[in-house]
């Protein structure tokens, strides 16, 4: 099973769509409650999706306890729901922004890892691929809260590489650059100049499927064809 976060569109719509078509079980979230319900009619069970904050722990613990009491651990489980600051210099960023986005891309990750990892433990498998990105390596003026973020991402998942059991895997992943609802909010325009998520997740999907234990703790990036 493929448990996914931020599954109402983008990479991780994109991803879901791709994974079932390749035979998989995944379970998903995302806020949006249109976007989840026109999904789980599109993929029934034993797809699942769910509206889930991944902000909130309360949210991710009972969605967690509906899950595994109904599937194995995940095989995969992809940290991919995120935020993104709107363009502009971090002293005018407003407060409640700059936490919204710490509260998404950084807690949101932990709380699903709280509440999925055990039971991965306990299976004694499993790979968690966090999304970074580019700008979690680099980074640019006016995306200083997400950098930070990113920045977090790559040394969080490092620090949980470290504490896994053998035979699991955590990995900071940087997908690319692709025309997203994310990307158009900070490239504008020329967002459409990179490849759709459909496209990318051709080649995303079986890239994050090889990944294995000998990659534990490695700085992964989608290959760009
Ligand atoms: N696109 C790129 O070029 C690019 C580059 C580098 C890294 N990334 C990373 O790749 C990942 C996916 O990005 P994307 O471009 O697909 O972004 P996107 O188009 O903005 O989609 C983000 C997804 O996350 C969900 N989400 C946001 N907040 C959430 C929350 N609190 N709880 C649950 N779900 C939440 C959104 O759904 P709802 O609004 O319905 O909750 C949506 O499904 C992110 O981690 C991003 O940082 C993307």
Redesign the pocket.
């Known amino acids: 099973m493929i448990l996914i976060?931020?599954?109402?569109?983008?990479?991780?719509?994109a991803l879901t769509e791709e994974f079932i078509r390749l035979g998989h079980t995944v379970i998903g979230?995302?806020?949006?409650e249109k976007?989840i319900t026109q999904l789980q009619k599109q993929f029934p069970a034993p797809n699942n999706f769910a509206v889930?904050?991944?902000?909130s722990d309360e949210q991710v613990a009972a969605w967690a306890k509906r899950i595994l009491s109904a599937h194995a651990a995940p095989d995969l489980l992809l940290n991919?729901?995120?935020?993104?600051n709107r363009n502009t210099k971090l002293w005018q960023v407003p407060a409640q922004e700059f936490s919204d986005v710490i509260d998404?891309n950084i807690k949101?990750v932990a709380n699903v890892i709280r509440h999925f990892m055990p039971a991965m433990i306990k299976q004694g498998r499993g790979v968690i691929v966090n999304?970074s990105?580019?700008w979690g390596r680099s980074t640019d003026a006016e995306v200083a809260p997400y950098c930070a973020t990113?920045w977090a991402i790559e040394g969080l998942t490092q620090s949980l590489a470290q504490e896994l059991p053998p035979g699991m895997a955590a990995v900071p992943l940087?997908?690319?650059?692709?025309a997203?609802?994310?990307?158009r909010s900070t490239f504008g325009g020329s967002a459409e100049n990179?490849p759709s998520?459909e496209k990318w997740a051709k080649t995303a999907a079986p890239f994050l499927l090889k990944i294995n234990s000998a990659d534990n703790g490695k700085q992964l990036t989608v290959p760009v064809h």
């Open positions: 976060t931020g599954v109402s569109r983008g990479l991780g719509r979230c995302g806020r949006s976007e889930v904050d991944v902000s991919n729901a995120a935020l993104i998404v949101g999304f990105s580019g990113k940087n997908p690319g650059i692709i997203t609802d994310m990307l990179y998520p």
